[in-house]
């Protein structure tokens, strides 16, 4: 990992996740207040790494934007701002709009949070949000993006409704996966008879989320992503939070729902109903793939390439569920030294015993090293016991390193510019069963 | 002094008078009384989100082999190579048979780095890059922060060119600085001339040639058959190979430039006999250089696209070498061949109405073409406007049953959906990321540009023409869309002029 640089950046700068974010909620308008190129900048990321998956209902060129120059830059940008907010609430339909600022107007010094505010108090539903490139990635933009929601939109609730809970922790567009992931999730707490607000999704309205207040939990299905938010509304709306890994098979998703059923004080026989049935199903399913499982050799040796929810939680279920050994996890999220503490730990009580092997590296291009240091590359001896039968799970950037190593490949994180999701999810029982698809069919594809 | 000897390019704006902003007809821009927008370019007073010079200029940079891309800027400027990196891969397969992800570096400027300065940093990433990579070169890209807190990407790297073994090459994409993202071409050629083409040692800067100066760099031999085609990336491997194929029947050899080609072997462009733009947007900051640096005569008028454009562009290069007759027989025999294939294409465009939108010279050549197919042009959007243009303009005005409008527009959706629901074409072609409007509204809708596939010469006719057919045979996707969802405008905003936030901004009404 270079101390100076990041090779072919995973994610955007917290501007482009913020707008990416805003664009995910139901009604929303984006209003960047930036130079002209970020909103291309944007489309053109996610053309190439979000499977495929651009804009929405207001979202790519169609954001508006500022679109400051150098006049700004020498007499500042407010005025300018002030017109942009003014003539979008004419031009655009939303219900709610929320300005964004870049780099440039934040670094010249811009106030935008009286401009908004001169907005919101003549009654536009306007919010704002700091997000400058230079602040963080875009995972730390849809952090605070939800920030803002539950500063300025999420009303004050006097009364706690215990059936009801936030979920959140999956960046949109950023997790390619991101509809499909959170509606399962989503679709277990319910069998737990729980009503949820998860924002982004088709089911979700700007209503659920102004009412998240009365929520009993927070749950958020990742331990790096969104914990601002989770803190946030910890202190303004009381609301309790439970930070979890991504999970995505039988194991992880009965210990997720467990741990929510735990913290809610839910009734014993309820959570282990629904998992009994769903481990039934999914068991049930996977039984015919076992024939060709074995007759096929499917078992593999596996790297692991991920963002702070991935490179664990497909590690886990590769280990606890699938029976693959991922003898290499790559994080490549820069992360705090505390954060990385808390995705090793994570992993490091694996409920098949299986030891995984968590590194952080930001740079496709040295994976292959942290490999070499377990698994050396072959001497040309006859007998030689190397890294094969392998399979990299990562983004569409592990191509190469799958094939100096003649291992299948399914991207899976960000980037994914090689295949089409709309609303595919892993997580939850079925989304293990829509991720060993996947893998398999990768593996057979020319059989 | 040229424009060379400035430490960068000047932004368009400046050195061409080209604008962004500006809602007409094509009467207006090409017919008798034409007026032109190029003295008085509004700002609009409502905007959407565009793209700025880093993209274009690292769509090209992307291409080079053997280079890696440093970006110097925050983390997210510069994520749009995620997109571009297919072209790459694409690109190098069909040239080289081999598929490879572009290498491209982002230095990440932090908190810290927007207080402190961000050189040191700079600096540091090009010594490790030039040693985990050992690339022939890096360009060094620097966007809107290093432009704000006075970082100076040119004497970073000159101080650290001696330290490493790949040349360095400064590239200014400092988005805010220009809205005229043609800038892009400028800024990359621009270092290309200063890194790859200057002698490094001799202060007149113009090689071996002396006082001449108009001999290909460092002594090399002028090579006088072979021609310079240039691409900065809007053309695909496929467009490339047509317009070879039409060069290399008048017994001319093509070196392809910039995109693709290897920093190392760029001093080709210097020894050519005439360089061929293919679109004026691109070339002519680079093509007057060529010739007045290295006495390298140009071609800078038509765009390929086209039946008739082709022939044109043909034609000039034809008449250069003296070559007339064999250009004749050539566009003669190209142009009953594929009128004849048009033939059965013909019935289902004649009388349909179109729209389209791309860069300002592309979208006036499609427009030429989609008349020759048969088609009405009832829209045009120009991404700017600039003087090399008015041709193009003058020859549709030519054509037109009836005046039609034209918006001068950095994309700005807003304008087009309004301008699509009053001419209610039955094509529409857009930019990358730029049919998704007219999609929603149901218009069946055709990319104008992708590196995939073909627009160019007498093969891009017929191809775009057969897309066309499938595209009209079946528009049910875009009907689906457009019966379910619903646009983000409001009600008032479609009954409202289409141009009326042009020359609005900072209260100023047209
Ligand atoms: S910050 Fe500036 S250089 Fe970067 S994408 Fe935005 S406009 Fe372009």
């Known amino acids: 990992m270079s101390e100076h640089f990041i090779e072919r950046s995973r994610y955007l700068c917290a501007l482009g996740g913020a707008a990416a974010t805003v664009t995910a909620i139901p009604g929303a308008i984006p209003i960047l207040h930036s130079a002209s190129g970020c909103a291309g900048n944007f489309a053109w990321t996610q053309n190439g790494g979000s499977a495929l998956q651009v804009g929405g209902y207001c979202g790519a060129l169609t954001t508006p934007s500022s679109n400051i120059q ?93 059936t009801e809970v936030n979920l959140w922790g999956i960046a949109p567009y950023g997790d390619p996966f991101w509809r499909g992931n959170l509606e399962g999730v989503r679709r277990h707490l319910e069998q737990l008879g729980l009503r949820v607000n998860s924002f982004f999704t088709t089911r979700d309205t700007l209503d659920g989320i102004r009412q998240a207040g009365s929520a009993a939990l927070n749950i958020v299905v990742s331990e790096v992503y969104g914990l601002g938010a989770a803190a946030l509304a910890a202190e303004r709306h009381g609301i309790p939070y439970l930070s979890l890994p991504l999970p995505i098979g039988p194991t992880a998703t009965a210990a997720f729902l467990r741990a929510v059923a735990h913290k809610l004080d839910l009734s014993g026989p309820t959570v282990e109903a629904v998992i009994a049935r769903e481990k039934s199903d999914y068991f049930k399913l996977l039984e015919p793939l076992t024939d060709c499982w074995n007759d096929l050799d499917l078992q593999r040796y596996a790297i692991v390439v991920g963002d702070a929810n991935y490179a664990g939680a497909l590690t886990r279920f590769l280990a606890d569920d699938l029976g693959w050994l991922p003898e ?120 | 002094m040229s424009y060379i000897d400035l430490k960068s390019a000047p932004k368009r704006e400046d050195r061409l008078k080209a604008c962004i902003a500006h809602g007409g007809s094509v009467c207006d821009l090409g017919g008798k009384g034409k007026k032109s927008c190029l003295v008085d370019d509004g700002e609009r007073g409502f905007t959407q989100g565009s793209i700025c010079l880093l993209l274009p200029a690292l769509a090209m940079l992307n291409t080079l082999p053997d280079n890696v891309v440093l970006m110097h800027s925050a983390i997210g400027c510069g994520t749009c190579t995620h997109s571009q990196n297919a072209n790459v891969r694409f690109g190098g397969n069909v040239r080289w048979g081999k598929v490879k992800d572009g290498t491209w570096l982002s230095t990440a400027l932090n908190e810290t780095d927007v207080i402190s300065g961000g050189d040191a940093k700079l600096e540091q990433a090009i010594i490790e890059a030039d040693k985990r990579y050992q690339p022939f070169s890096i360009s060094v890209v620097s966007g809107c922060v290093p432009g704000i807190i006075g970082d100076d990407i040119d004497t970073v790297v000159k101080q650290v060119q001696p330290l490493v073994n ?67 990336s809007s053309m695909g491997r496929i467009d490339e190979l047509e317009l070879t194929r039409l060069l290399t029947g008048l017994g001319l050899a093509v070196n392809v430039f910039p995109v693709f080609a290897h920093p190392e072997g760029m001093v080709t462009a210097t020894q050519a006999a005439l360089s ?6 691109h070339d002519d900051y680079f093509l007057t250089y060529l010739e007045e640096r290295f006495g390298v005569p140009y071609l800078l008028k038509h765009m390929p696209i086209g039946i008739e454009n082709t022939g044109l562009w043909l034609r000039d290069v034809a008449r250069h070498f003296g070559a007339e007759e064999q250009g004749e027989e050539i566009i003669r025999r190209e142009e009953a061949e594929l009128h004849a294939a048009l033939a059965e294409f013909r019935p289902l465009f004649t009388g349909k109405t179109v729209f389209v939108s791309a860069g300002e010279f592309r979208a006036l050549a499609t427009a030429r073409l989609l008349e020759e197919l048969g088609f009405r042009v009832v829209g045009i959007r120009s ?7 008015e041709g193009e303009y003058e020859k549709l005005a030519a054509s037109a049953v009836e005046d039609y409008p034209i918006d001068i527009a950095n994309v700005q959706p807003f304008e087009e959906v309004n301008l699509l629901k009053r001419v209610k074409p039955d094509l529409f072609l857009g930019h990358a990321n730029g049919n998704a409007t007219a999609a929603k509204l149901g218009i069946p809708t055709h990319v104008i540009y ?61």
């Open chain 1, 70 to 162: 150098e006049h700004e830059v020498v007499f500042g940008g407010d005025e300018r701002l002030r017109e942009q907010v003014a003539s979008t609430l004419k031009v655009m339909a939303g219900e709610l709009f929320v300005v964004l600022t870049g780099c440039v107007p934040e670094i010249i010094g811009d106030d935008i949070k009286s401009v908004v505010a001169e907005f919101s108090s003549e009654g536009a539903p306007i919010i704002g949000a700091e997000t400058g490139g230079f602040r963080g990635n875009s995972y730390w933009g849809y952090d605070l993006v939800l920030q803002a929601l539950f500063r300025d939109v999420v009303a004050k609730s006097s009364t706690t409704e215990s």
């Open chain 2, 383 to 389: 991404f700017h406007h600039d003087a090399f243009a």
């Open chain 2, 276 to 281: 061929i733009s293919t679109c004026p947007t």
């Open chain 2, 166 to 232: 790949a040349k360095l090459l400064p590239v200014h994409c400092e988005g805010f600085k220009t809205k005229i993202w043609a800038t892009a071409y400028d800024a990359v050629y621009h270092s290309i001339g200063r890194t790859l083409l200057e002698s490094t040692t001799s202060e007149k800067g113009a090689g071996e040639g002396g006082d001449a100066g108009l001999a290909p760099y460092q002594g090399l031999e002028r090579l006088p058959r072979t021609v310079n085609l240039m691409n900065v």
């Open chain 1, 328 to 447: 290499l996890t790559v994080c490549t999220d820069p992360l705090q030294e505390e954060e990385q503490q808390r995705l090793v730990s994570g992993l490091s009580d694996l409920d098949s015993g299986y030891e995984a092997n968590l590194v952080f590296e930001t740079d496709a291009s040295q994976v292959i090293h942290h490999l070499r240091k377990k698994w050396p590359a072959g001497n040309g001896g006859t007998y030689h016991n190397t890294f094969s039968p392998a399979f990299v799970v990562g983004s569409s950037l592990e191509r190469e390193l799958a094939q100096t190593l003649g291992a299948g490949h399914l991207s899976v994180s960000f980037p994914v510019a090689n295949r089409a999701v709309i609303d595919r999810g892993y997580t939850g029982f079925r989304g293990g069963l829509r991720l060993t698809e996947d893998l398999i069919s990768s593996i057979v594809a020319g059989r």
């Open chain 2, 450 to 510: 992708n590196t995939g596939l073909a627009y160019i010469g007498y093969r891009g006719a017929y191809d775009l023409a057969r897309r066309l057919a499938r595209q009209r045979k079946n528009p049910s996707y875009n009907r689906r869309l457009a019966e379910n969802l619903r646009l983000p405008y409001t009600d008032d905003w479609y009954q409202s002029p289409p141009f009326s936030y042009i020359n609005t901004r900072g209260g100023v009404t047209a």
